[in-house]
């Protein structure tokens, strides 16, 4: 049985042609290739041994970086303003709108004892007292 001669290892110094690739891919390799300072034959090499290893791709640099990490900032800022329990929040407007209730009911109790009295005295052929005046009817 005849043995196959054995190809060369390919080196550095051995040129690789691919053909079919269009215009608009060869542009796009040299745009990315100078974006990272690399000569095209570097940049190639890299990345296909990234995407031979199951690397993903390297993310581009652009301005966008910038507005992205500014708007991660403010994100993390409201995120530390959060309630660390949202059940204590809740807790807390519950308790805050209960108070604003209990406070009503109570203006509502005395308005209807004063009347109460009023009528009690009305019944008994008294005059009811005065209403006091409040303080801004006061001033003037």
């Given at each position: 049985?005849?043995?196959?001669?054995?190809?060369?290892?390919?080196?550095?110094?051995?040129?690789?042609?691919?053909?079919?690739?269009?215009?608009?891919?060869?542009?796009?390799?040299?745009?990315?290739?100078?974006a990272?300072?690399?000569?095209?034959?570097?940049?190639?090499?890299?990345?296909?041994?990234?995407?031979?290893?199951?690397?993903?791709?390297?993310?581009?640099?652009?301005?966008?970086?910038?507005?992205?990490?500014?708007?991660?900032?403010?994100?993390?800022?409201?995120?530390?303003?959060?309630?660390?329990?949202?059940?204590?929040?809740?807790?807390e407007?519950?308790?805050?709108?209960?108070?604003?209730v209990?406070?009503s009911?109570?203006a509502?109790?005395?308005?209807?004892t004063?009347?109460?009295?009023?009528?009690?005295r009305i019944?008994?052929?008294?005059?009811?007292?005065?209403?006091?005046?409040?303080?801004?009817?006061?001033?003037?």
């Amino acid at each position: 049985m005849a043995q196959t001669p054995k190809r060369p290892d390919v080196t550095a110094d051995h040129s690789w042609t691919i053909t079919g690739a269009s215009a608009e891919t060869r542009a796009k390799v040299k745009a990315a290739a100078d974006a990272e300072g690399m000569t095209i034959r570097a940049w190639v090499d890299r990345t296909l041994n990234d995407a031979a290893d199951g690397k993903a791709p390297r993310a581009k640099s652009s301005g966008d970086d910038k507005a992205l990490a500014e708007v991660s900032a403010k994100l993390d800022d409201v995120i530390k303003r959060l309630p660390e329990n949202a059940k204590a929040a809740e807790k807390e407007t519950a308790q805050r709108l209960s108070a604003q209730v209990l406070k009503s009911v109570a203006a509502g109790f005395q308005e209807m004892t004063r009347t109460a009295k009023d009528q009690a005295r009305i019944a008994e052929g008294k005059p009811p007292k005065k209403k006091a005046k409040p303080a801004a009817d006061k001033a003037s």
